[in-house]
């Protein structure tokens, strides 16, 4: 079983940044990937990033491509979402997910993973 809790979230004005932090506890393998979510009021989770291979491997969705970095440190079970150059339209519930190996471009999908995390919100203003 794995343990996901996310943090980090909070309200900026457009062009500001965060990093969101997701820990992960129970059993974990270095060979799982796992990956960014959001879910804005009204609209379906979308995949923001993907990590596979502790972090060699990686993935953005081209909304966040350039603006977001995902990174993990292995040694404290730590997936990190750092988001700069906000827009108001990245405003939403963020959840991170493990799962098994898998493509990276199936990182972007829900259906990918096994375990996921409460969520923590993004606001961002104009």
């Known amino acids: 079983q794995v343990q996901l809790v996310e943090s980090g979230g909070g309200s900026v004005q457009a062009g500001g940044s965060l990093r969101l932090s997701c820990v992960a506890s129970?059993?974990?393998?270095?060979?799982?990937?796992m990956g960014w979510f959001r879910q804005a009021p009204g609209k379906e989770r979308e995949g923001v990033a993907g990590?596979?291979?502790?972090?060699?491997?990686?993935y953005y969705a081209d909304s966040v491509k350039g603006r977001f970095t995902v990174s993990q440190d292995n040694a404290k079970n730590t997936l990190y979402l750092h988001m700069n150059s906000l827009k108001p339209e990245d405003t939403g519930m963020y959840y991170c997910a493990r799962g098994p190996a898998m493509p990276l471009i199936a990182t972007m999908m829900t259906g990918s993973y096994d375990y996921w995390g409460q969520g923590t919100q993004v606001t961002v203003s104009s």
């Open positions: 129970g059993s974990t393998s270095r060979s799982a990937c």
């Open positions: 990590s596979c291979a502790g972090g060699e491997s990686t």
